[in-house]
């Protein structure tokens, strides 16, 4: 038998070399000969500016929330309420989106909600209350859910699956880029001394911050629209015709040669949706009823030994890592901001975060997030816009030093064990997170915050890989889909716990944020090695 494949293998090559138009290939086959080149380049461009769009979303309220506090009268639970907004809106569609894009595909997807959210983001900027602003920010949540998680499958489904790993390492890159390149954006926006009243309605900085940010995901959606739907999905549906002539025009691209030139001339259908070509097309209904069905027998298989305890396992420490992740990263502003503003008129003065709410608490004065002041006389209170510059300049520092989190994991995976890095990242992180407590200084929150955010980041990537590593092919889709659900809960829960908790009792969520992460990092001790299967 391999002697057999060998010969075909040969005969293969040898019609290769002779410009043969008689080969039949399937899908790795026929990637391979196109081999990854111009075309896959720039794919990958054009995805990773998507998923930067996509991070700047799931980080604006960072920098919107500051300055929103005045127009939209909200204090710290309104503004958990808003971080939390968003997040509850990717959670829902965690799965949502995967089903349709299983029955109607990925690019039609990703098309979808990228012109939805950047028109629904740009007409929520103008919103003039809490509650209608907290909708849209729900949806665009929801609308931003489907790139944030079909991207890694719609890139990777036009590589060869020797190159599949690297280019979703790369895409990973963008999402951390985001949030470097946020902060920047904010500071060159937000403090521009704009407002405009018409027609009863303001426009100011933080809502043309907002409005910047959507313009970015109409263009890359428009840009997008040149690109074909996966081939490999086209090949599951058993158009077979159509996913030939994409693969036709990669070889083209990344060749220079014609796309008649190319070996391959016919394809063969994904195992699993065997159609023939005289056969009537199944209805969308039908194919969606299919998918159900395939990812409720992917349920059941998880839920069976030896799945369960993993995927529980894998699950629970994902959590505590969101947890950490975006409890601290969507909050550090108002941290910061808190630190700079006392500083200013207490220049002498050193004083802990808790002890820094509690005086001025006490002292019945509200500092409140990065560019406003709220005076005390609530006979002439009003906001005043005031940015300081160090607020901007931290989370630039800390973003950018989160980069190394990347580099870091992929230098590091394959050279270490499987729980050695997440048991290690966490528990740093986590010791991090408790120092928090203890900082009497912007500078010394600053290197505290570089040191919890490198590693809750690391922690992140390589929780994720190892996740693809322990689950066999036929269940991981469904197996990370769900880890990812249950991550985002875990940023829910951390900013609901920031947002009620931070002024009645700010030790509360530090150490809550702190413990869970060391819970996580303890939990990763349990994390199976390679040699088990």
């Not at 075909?8 to 026929?30: C, H, M, P, Q």
């Not at 081939?231 to 796309?259: M, W």
């Amino acid at each position: 038998m391999v002697s057999r494949i060998s010969t075909i293998s040969l005969s293969v090559e040898k019609e290769n070399r002779n410009g043969s138009t008689e080969e039949t290939a399937d899908f790795e086959k026929a990637m391979e000969i196109c081999g990854n080149g111009r075309y896959q380049h720039t794919l990958l461009l054009v995805c990773g500016v998507i998923f930067m769009c996509v991070g700047c979303q799931y980080g604006a309220n960072a920098y919107i929330l500051p300055s929103a506090e005045c127009d939209l009268d909200m204090r710290s639970e309104e503004k958990g309420l808003l971080n939390v907004a968003f997040l509850l809106g990717s959670v829902i569609s965690a799965l949502f989106w995967g089903v349709f894009a299983g029955a109607y595909g990925r690019r039609n997807i990703l098309l979808l909600t990228l012109f939805s959210d950047s028109i629904l983001t740009l007409i929520g900027s103008f919103s003039q209350s809490f509650k209608l602003f907290l909708v849209f920010r729900i949806i665009s949540g929801f609308m931003m859910g489907a790139p944030g998680s079909l991207l890694y499958t719609y890139l990777g489904e036009f590589y060869a699956e020797k190159h599949r790993a690297k280019s979703i390492c790369f895409l990973g890159f963008f999402f951390t880029l985001a949030w470097l390149i946020l902060p920047g954006l904010a500071w060159i926006i937000i403090p521009l001394p704009i407002s405009f009243d018409f027609y009863g309605i303001r426009y100011n900085s933080w809502r043309l911050f907002l409005g910047v940010i959507s313009l970015p995901i109409f263009t890359i959606a428009v840009i997008a629209l040149i690109y074909p739907e996966s081939p490999k999905f086209l090949l599951s549906q058993g158009k077979t015709d159509e996913a030939l002539v994409i693969i036709q025009k990669i070889y083209a691209v990344n060749t220079g040669r014609d796309k008649s030139e190319f070996p391959v001339k016919e394809l063969l259908s994904e195992a699993g949706f065997e159609f023939k070509k005289d056969k009537t097309p199944v209805s969308s209904s039908d194919m969606l009823a299919e998918l159900l069905k395939n990812i409720w027998w992917q349920l059941r298989t998880i839920a069976s030994p030896p799945f369960l305890k993993y995927a529980i396992l894998l699950w629970t420490i994902y959590f505590t890592n969101m947890f950490g992740y975006y409890g601290f990263s969507l909050w550090q502003p108002e941290l910061f901001n808190r630190f700079e503003s006392y500083h200013q008129s207490h220049p002498n003065v050193s004083v802990t975060v808790c002890e820094l709410i509690h005086n001025t608490q006490s002292m019945n004065v509200t500092i409140l997030e990065e560019p406003f002041v709220l005076l005390a006389n609530e006979a002439t209170a009003e906001c005043k816009p005031h940015i300081d510059d160090r607020v901007f300049i931290n989370s630039l520092t800390i973003n950018a030093v989160c980069l190394f989190g990347n580099i870091i994991s992929g230098h590091l995976a394959n050279r270490v064990g499987r729980r050695t890095m997440p048991v290690i990242t966490m528990l740093i992180a986590g010791i991090a997170g408790l120092g928090m407590y203890f900082v009497k200084s912007s500078l010394q929150i600053v290197i505290t915050a570089c040191i919890f955010s490198l590693m809750v980041t690391t922690a992140n990537i390589v929780l994720s890989s190892v996740a693809v590593d322990v689950f066999p092919t036929h269940i991981s889709a469904v197996a990370l889909c769900m880890m990812a659900c249950l991550g985002r809960c875990g940023a829910v829960a951390s900013n609901l716990a920031f947002g009620m908790l931070l002024d009645l009792s700010c030790e509360i969520p530090i150490f809550l944020m702190a413990g869970i992460t060391i819970f996580g990092g303890m939990l990763s001790f349990l994390i199976p090695s390679k040699d088990k299967k």
